[in-house]
């Protein structure tokens, strides 16, 4: 039997980013703990067992499902709040697993809940009272401007070949069970079909690309005419390319006033510019670390390191796609089950 845990500090420490040398926060997801960075997005310490506690104040909970589970009964069980966190715009740079070099962290709630507002909603209200409007709108015109310039996607360990995107065309975003935007950003359930056929029914004339998670659409967002989704993260790169939202869900983003939705939006959403939303989604509530230095950085650093990075990126994945289309297939079979 478990019993509480001495706390050391506070959990709102580390969502203000001001946590005391030695504070903890126990980890009980299995991929998360993998992640190298974890601490230096925390900013704190992190302990990934129940047996050694180290004065833990809070249990990370992380996605959603047996995992999310398992992270309550530990907040039951040890009676330590919870400390949600999501993975941010930046997510890989290679293949190699347990990558996250952008995190939101919220005492709250998640921030992709579609009916419970978290910390965020705090934000962009600080955001919308006290910030210069033109001043956000300038700061996130340049941002923009460096995003759209170094070809950076939340995924850029696999590309989609340009060619495939035709000019004007739509794309549209298939679903993905495993990720809880998309899980926790609907109120209703989606099939692949019903996103189709209200792409087809708004775009009837443009052409139809369809694209699943994982993978950088950078270069297709440079062409096109609008990106349809339930609720995927996917629609916040849209809006740094400045590329038309249609969400059936109610993402973070959705029900702002800036997208164009089909459900309305939850008590609490409150409506704001882009510029107020993303300025305070990229620059107030998220985090972000350098890849080699594992140190933190500003959003502006990482994407830096990207441009100069990209090209070497791009070049490796190329190789290893080579290798995989001259495998047999019965090959590519076996390597995708064990992946």
């Not at 992640?35 to 833990?56: E, I, P």
């Not at 978290?118 to 209200?125: K, Q, R």
């Not at 994982?214 to 609008?226: C, E, N, P, Q, Y």
Request: contains cysteine; negative net charge.
């Amino acid at each position: 039997m478990l019993k509480p845990a001495d706390r050391f500090g506070h959990i709102d420490d580390i969502v203000h980013d001001r946590c005391v040398p030695n504070q903890c926060v126990l980890c009980v997801h299995p991929a998360l703990s993998e992640v190298k960075v974890l601490d230096a997005l925390l900013g704190c310490k992190v302990t990934h067992t129940s047996l050694m506690l180290n004065g833990s104040c809070a249990v990370l909970t992380y996605g959603h499902g047996r995992l999310a589970r398992k992270a309550n009964a530990a907040h039951l069980a040890l009676e330590l709040p919870k400390l949600y966190v999501s993975p941010g715009v930046v997510e890989t740079l290679t293949k190699d697993k347990a990558q996250m070099f952008s995190m939101t962290v919220d005492q709250l709630g998640h921030v992709y809940h579609a009916t419970s507002p978290g910390y965020f909603e705090e934000l962009l209200s600080i955001t919308q009272s006290q910030m210069d409007a033109d001043d956000v709108q300038a700061q996130v015109s340049d941002l923009k401007a460096q995003w759209q310039s170094a070809g950076i996607s939340r995924w850029n360990h696999r590309y989609v070949s340009p060619e495939a995107m035709p000019e004007d065309g739509v794309i549209v975003v298939l679903q993905a069970p495993e990720d809880p935007w998309l899980d926790d950003g609907a109120e209703q359930s989606f099939s692949d079909e019903d996103v189709l056929a209200f792409a087809q029914t708004q775009f009837p004339d443009s052409p139809i690309v369809t694209v699943h998670h994982g993978v950088s659409i950078a270069s297709w967002l440079r062409k096109a005419r609008a990106l349809v989704t339930v609720s995927s993260p996917l629609g916040i790169e849209a809006l740094m390319h400045d590329v038309p939202v249609f969400t059936l869900g109610m993402p973070a983003y959705a029900g702002r006033g800036f997208t164009t939705d089909q459900l309305v939006p939850p008590p609490g959403r409150k409506e704001s510019s882009e510029a107020q939303w993303l300025f305070t989604y990229l620059l107030q509530y998220s985090r972000y670390v350098h890849p080699v230095s594992q140190e933190r950085v500003t959003l502006t650093e990482l994407i830096s390191y990207f441009a100069e990075q990209r090209e070497a990126l791009q070049t490796a994945f190329a190789e290893k796609q080579a290798q995989w289309e001259k495998m047999p297939r019965w090959l590519r079979w076996l390597i995708k089950q064990l992946d």
